[in-house]
């Protein structure tokens, strides 16, 4: 799967909250944009794989996903 739900905990850790994280994005670096870590609604979700494309594992590199076009 390319796309994973994940909390975000915060509050010392007695708050979650739920959101999609883009494996796709895994090795890039661009914090604002493209980055594992930036935490996505359904919506955005949708919109994220629109502007960059699906997501795939690579023939080259067994194991690694990323955004093919």
């Not at 670096?29 to 919109?47: A, C, G, I, S």
Request: glycine fraction near 8%; include cysteine; proline fraction near 6%.
């Amino acid at each position: 799967m390319a796309f994973i739900m994940a909390p975000y905990l915060f509050d010392s850790g007695r708050q979650a909250d739920w959101g999609c994280f883009c494996l796709g994005c895994k090795e890039e670096n661009d914090e604002q944009t493209r980055h594992f870590r930036v935490k996505y609604t359904r919506e955005e979700l949708l919109k994220h794989i629109a502007r960059y494309g699906p997501v795939k594992e690579t023939p080259w590199i067994p194991g690694r996903l990323m955004h093919v076009t």
